[in-house]
């Protein structure tokens, strides 16, 4: 039995193939080392400035190469917020005035008493992410991202937030 197990374990090893993975340069890095990185960024400055009625172009600023975070407003009058522009998400949330969390002192937080045109929906909401939770409820407003405007969009208002201290961003 033991030679049996020992002639599996010695066909299995034959199988194995070892690949060498190389990392290549990120178009970043190839830029920085010839020093042309500043002039790209400028240049396309400019072209992130269009506006087309029929194209929304919005800055957006990379958050050490795991997020893009740009700011919109939320209600009316607008309320302006740094928000993660998170592809993997649907959801679009920030930080409530009433929020008791202390991630929410540090960020900015939307007032629907200050906003004419917020209707709150009520429906409690709870998403979990990898690197934390929040909890709050749904409302709905005027939602703005550049030259885009989606009126009643529903979004989360969080009550509580762990994970989120000291990033960068009120929201997601």
């Known amino acids: 039995m033991k030679w049996l197990v020992l002639l599996g374990l010695v066909a299995l090893s034959e199988c194995i193939v070892i690949l060498p993975l190389k990392k290549m340069k990120t178009l970043r890095e190839t830029l920085r080392e010839k020093n042309l ?19 929304t172009i919005h800055p957006l600023r990379n958050y050490l190469d795991t997020a ?27 930080p409530c005035i009433t929020c008791t969390s202390p991630a929410c002192y540090t960020h900015k937080t939307f007032n629907p008493q200050n906003s004419s045109s917020f ?26 991202i550049g030259n885009l405007v989606s009126p009643e969009q529903s979004f989360g208002l969080s009550l509580e937030e762990y994970g989120f201290d000291s990033l960068p961003f009120d929201g997601i």
């Open 37 to 55: 990185l500043n002039n790209f960024l400028e240049e396309q400055a400019y072209r992130l400035s269009k506006n087309d009625s029929k194209i």
């Open 68 to 94: 893009y975070v740009g700011n919109i407003t939320i209600g009316t009058p607008p309320q302006e917020f740094r928000v993660v522009f998170d592809t993997g998400s649907a959801n679009l949330w920030v």
């Open 119 to 144: 209707r709150e929906v009520g429906s409690p909401i709870t998403i979990f992410y990898g690197s934390g939770i929040i909890q709050g409820f749904l409302g709905s407003d005027t939602v703005r």
